[in-house]
């Protein structure tokens, strides 16, 4: 796909919507001794979630995991739609976007195994991480140059802004 191409799968961007682990986190669970699932995720892309909420962007989240930690942790960055224990995740993203009347090709969608397969086919930009499954890699339009959890989701949201001269300008600054 050329540049060009590519960049006009950013343009209709209209919302953003993320797996959990890894992709906001980097796939590691530190399990601890009363049985506890503990994970980071990183803080740039909690700053991108909450700046593309400011600009007026649809966020959701679709994990077939649960942890209070991330779900408080997504509410805090005003993320309302976080939808947990999920088997099939296409069905729920079908039904968001009905609720949100956004079509699918308005939509990334970032994720990294089997279980984000069904979904990346039916969104406009299928995205991953850059260490993401490569059966999912081989199907996404938009590959991070970043793992997960360690700003993927920044990576796609940044990116999306600046093609949409919606991401912050400093005077002087090129990247």
């Keep these: 796909m050329t540049k060009e191409k590519l960049a006009q799968l950013f343009e209709k961007v209209e919302a953003f919507v993320f797996d959990v682990d890894g992709v906001l986190t980097n796939s590691s669970l530190l399990v601890t001794e009363n049985g506890n699932l503990l994970r ?10 909450k700046t593309a909420l400011d600009k007026g962007y649809k966020v959701a989240i679709i994990t077939g995991g649960s942890s ?3 779900i408080k942790r997504l509410q805090g960055l005003g993320v309302k739609d976080i939808y947990t224990k999920v088997f099939d995740k296409k069905s729920v993203l079908e039904d968001w976007l009905l609720k949100e009347a956004i079509s699918a090709e308005n939509v990334a969608y970032m994720g990294d195994d089997f279980p984000d397969y069904e979904v990346l086919q039916i969104v406009g930009l299928p995205a991953c991480p850059a260490d993401a499954a490569p059966e999912i890699q081989h199907i996404c339009r938009y590959h991070s140059h ?13 990116k999306t802004l600046k093609i949409q001269h919606k991401w912050h300008s400093l005077e002087g600054f090129t990247d």
């Design 146 to 158: 970043v793992n997960g959890g360690e700003g993927c989701a920044r990576d796609l949201i940044e």
């Design 40 to 49: 980071i995720m990183n803080v740039r892309d909690g700053y991108a979630i």
């Design 68 to 70: 209070e930690g991330v």
